[in-house]
């Protein structure tokens, strides 16, 4: 799968901007954003790809994902301010100094719905974490949630399968059933 980084599509203004020390604001950022998400969309139309940015606020990511929303995961490296600073501080030759991290930190938003990873992991390991949340899938599909369903449900998750789980609704005697068993699994 392709891979980019995102700082390679800034535009030279960007570049310009932060090069000299000045933290990039909304404005500055729409345009970059919005060539990442023509990137991404041309990509998603072959194999899809990977592209690292710094999506801070759920609007940026609002604007990245315009029109491929269903075919979007993210991924949030999390680290201490002091760690991402030495990690900044290592690269060479880049135009985003460690000084402009601050003004970072003071926008990011959290991604509610992502793979959030801890970047004092090894690469490897970020790997291996990524691909397990990537390609997780049920082992085993169970309709029909009565006593027998809901036991075999809990026996299945309690020894570490995988479980997608269905039940009729039926209004006032049988609601949510398989949505309350899940969250007790």
Avoid at 1 to 24: A, I, R, T
């Amino acid at each position: 799968m392709p891979f980019f980084d995102g700082d390679d599509y800034h535009p030279e203004s960007n570049v310009l901007k932060m090069s000299k020390g000045q933290p990039l604001n909304d404005e500055d950022r729409i345009g970059w954003l919005k060539t990442l998400n023509e990137l991404a969309i041309n990509q998603s139309k072959n194999k899809g790809c990977v592209i690292v940015c710094s999506a801070l606020k759920e609007f940026y990511r609002d604007i990245l994902t315009v029109d491929i929303q269903n075919n979007s995961k993210w991924v949030f490296l999390h680290g201490s301010f002091n760690q991402i600073t030495d990690r900044i501080n290592n690269r060479e030759g880049h135009f985003m100094s460690s000084d402009l991290l601050k003004s970072q930190f003071d926008i990011l938003e959290e991604p509610k719905n992502a793979i959030k990873i801890d970047i004092s992991l090894t690469p490897n390991k970020i790997v291996e974490v990524i691909e397990k949340e990537l390609l997780k899938k049920s082992e085993f599909g169970l309709f029909g949630l009565g006593v027998m369903g809901k036991n075999i449900s809990r026996n299945l998750a309690n020894k570490g399968f995988n479980v997608s789980l269905f039940n009729r609704h039926v209004v006032g005697l049988e609601e949510n059933v398989a949505i309350n068993l899940k969250m007790n699994l």
